[in-house]
């Protein structure tokens, strides 16, 4: 029998997106689809792609708790509420946003908020329920099938950490800088004067250094305290697509085989991060409706630092994909099922 998902914030990017994934999947039943202001709206209404009569739901807290699973894929604020009321209820949980990645500390100091449960946060040490964060691919993978919320990483996190936490054992402290770039689906469906198409096409822009929430995150899920880095992210006139552009200096001894050798070793297995050979750099396109990840690295003996761009569709392994993929786990499914298309191209 299917397992019934419930999804709030179906009527954003993240949530539709997650729609279209779960259009192949063989073992959940999407039984709501709920949204805030869009209650009532046809869901094709705002995604031509999901044809058919479907509408959104309005948010029941109750109804919700029937479900198998909840996938929150809203603001963090009421995912906060929510996701702590499903959590006391028992029932598994995905949510998308930051509410539970960072330490009661972290939370603070990035979202300029006391967090109102303390004993989830995913990043602290001190919570004794804590969420999980999910990233498998860096050694969560059991604790999210053990887990009842998971806190699915944030889109540059998720590209910035797959490229760098093997490396970080090569690379001196405090000489980490990233460089990231997202297409303007990263910021979520909701009108914003700075992402109309007049302002955003034939323009290339930075925004939010040198404190980006997600640098707070990045720092947090490194793997090693490799103290503080600088990252820098830009708005790059498509709809999805991000890179990633990670700098760092090495430790004496560190040449390019050691950084090649760090990679392969922990993607090997990985069916979802795929390591290219060193001068080749992936693109975005190449991974555009997939929860695929590409990445490669390149030493420069001259300057000894080495150079990671990884490539992910901002909405797959940044977000839905990678929610699909916790979902699988914590359902106790293949975790690549309904996960296994590759990217559009060109
Ligand atoms: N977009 C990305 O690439 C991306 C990547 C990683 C993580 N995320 C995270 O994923 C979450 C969703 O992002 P998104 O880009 O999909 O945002 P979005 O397109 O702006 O959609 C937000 C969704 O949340 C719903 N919502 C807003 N306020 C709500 C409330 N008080 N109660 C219940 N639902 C509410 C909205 O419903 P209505 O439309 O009906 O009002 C909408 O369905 C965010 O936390 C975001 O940070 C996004």
Redesign the pocket.
């Known amino acids: 029998m299917a397992h019934r998902l419930g999804i ?8 539709a997106e997650l729609l279209r994934l779960l259009a192949g999947h063989p073992a959940v039943e999407v039984a709501i689809v ?6 009532g709206t046809p869901v094709s209404d705002l995604f031509p792609n999901l044809a058919g009569a479907r509408v ?1 739901d309005a ?1 029941d807290l109750d109804a919700l708790g029937e479900c198998d699973a909840v996938v929150l ?7 906060l509420d929510l996701g702590a009321a499903l959590f006391d209820a028992g029932v598994p949980v995905v949510d ?3 509410a539970f990645r960072l330490s009661v500390e972290g939370f603070a100091t990035w979202y300029g908020e006391d967090h109102p449960r303390p004993d989830l946060a995913a990043g602290d040490p001190a919570a004794d329920r804590r969420a999980v964060y999910g990233l498998p691919e860096l050694g969560f993978r059991d604790a999210v099938r053990a887990a009842t919320l998971v806190a ?1 990483p ?2 540059y996190p998720t590209a910035t950490l797959l490229g760098l936490a093997p490396l970080v054992g090569l690379l001196q402290p405090g000489s980490i800088v990233v460089d990231a770039k997202s297409g303007a ?6 009108a914003k004067d700075s992402l109309h198409f007049a302002h955003v096409h034939g323009d290339l822009t930075a925004y939010g250094a040198p404190a980006h929430r997600h640098t707070g995150e990045i720092e947090r899920w490194l793997p090693a305290d490799v103290g503080p880095i600088t990252f820098t992210p830009h708005l790059v006139p498509m709809s999805r697509g991000l890179l990633a552009t990670a700098y760092g200096t090495v430790v004496d001894g560190v040449d390019a085989a050691a950084i090649a050798d760090a990679l392969d070793i922990a993607y090997a297995h990985e069916p979802f991060v795929h390591v290219l050979p060193p001068g080749t750099f992936p693109h975005t396109k190449a991974l555009a409706g997939s929860n695929g990840c590409q990445l490669s690295a390149v030493f420069d003996p001259r300057t000894r630092r080495v150079t990671v761009t990884s490539a992910i569709d ?2 797959g392994k ?2 839905a994909g990678q929610a699909l993929q916790n979902l699988n786990l914590l359902l106790g499914l293949d975790e690549t099922t309904g996960l296994t298309a590759i990217g559009l191209y060109p």
């Open positions: 709030v914030g179906a009527s954003g990017y993240g949530g709920a949204a805030h202001s869009q209650a959104f948010v894929a809203t603001p963090h604020g009421p995912a998308l946003s930051a699915n944030g889109c689906s990263g910021a979520g469906r909701a901002n909405l940044g977000a």
